[in-house]
């Protein structure tokens, strides 16, 4: 004969710790962090011009000394914090074409094979998007760029067998 189940109730802890009922939150701590973001969001395209100019910094670099193994790591990190912030300041467009970049960037073999063209297209659309005030996915303009992007980044690394899932 089979043994009988046993249902054990383990006490809901949560409850206590964010304050009373569960999902209730502070409406005025919302609307302090509210406007805290808002104030912030004044600085974000700064900041975000700001780390466009580290890209463009070891882009020049890399036209001057050639692409080597420490200013290609260079750049994939730059890219890499684009990737991050784009959306956060505003920007998604920035995200998506600086997540390509990464896919050609995030390994040393990659580097060593990128091609500088694609990796300047990337950084040229960039350039754009924040010229254009593009902020979102479905503008004809941003669309057309971030697919064509992403397609010959597809190409380069089924090319040379790079594709990873």
């Given at each position: 004969?089979?043994?009988?189940?046993?249902?054990?109730?383990?006490?809901?802890?949560?409850?206590?710790?964010v304050?009373?009922?569960?999902?209730?939150?502070?409406?005025?701590?919302i609307a302090?962090?509210?406007?805290?973001?808002a104030d912030?969001s004044?600085?974000f395209?700064?900041?975000l011009?700001?780390?466009?100019?580290?890209?463009e910094?070891?882009?020049?670099v890399?036209?001057?000394?050639?692409?080597?193994?420490?200013?290609?790591?260079q750049?994939?990190?730059r890219?890499h914090?684009?990737?991050?912030l784009?959306?956060?300041?505003?920007?998604?467009l920035?995200?998506?074409?600086?997540?390509?970049l990464?896919?050609?960037?995030d390994?040393e073999d990659?580097?060593?094979?990128?091609p500088?063209?694609l990796v300047?297209?990337?950084?040229?659309?960039?350039?754009?998007?924040v010229?254009?005030?593009i902020?979102t996915?479905d503008?004809?303009v941003?669309?057309?760029?971030?697919?064509?992007?992403?397609?010959?980044?597809?190409e380069h690394?089924e090319a040379?067998n790079?594709?990873?899932t």
């Amino acid at each position: 004969m089979p043994e009988k189940a046993q249902i054990i109730q383990v006490p809901n802890t949560l409850r206590a710790k964010v304050g009373g009922r569960l999902g209730a939150l502070d409406n005025e701590a919302i609307a302090k962090a509210e406007a805290a973001l808002a104030d912030l969001s004044t600085h974000f395209e700064t900041w975000l011009m700001d780390e466009i100019k580290k890209l463009e910094d070891v882009q020049l670099v890399i036209k001057e000394e050639g692409l080597n193994p420490i200013n290609a790591d260079q750049l994939f990190y730059r890219a890499h914090d684009l990737k991050g912030l784009g959306t956060t300041y505003g920007f998604p467009l920035i995200t998506r074409i600086s997540g390509s970049l990464c896919k050609v960037l995030d390994e040393e073999d990659k580097r060593a094979i990128a091609p500088w063209k694609l990796v300047e297209a990337h950084m040229d659309a960039i350039r754009a998007v924040v010229r254009g005030q593009i902020k979102t996915e479905d503008h004809p303009v941003g669309k057309v760029l971030t697919e064509t992007l992403e397609a010959r980044v597809k190409e380069h690394l089924e090319a040379h067998n790079l594709m990873t899932t």
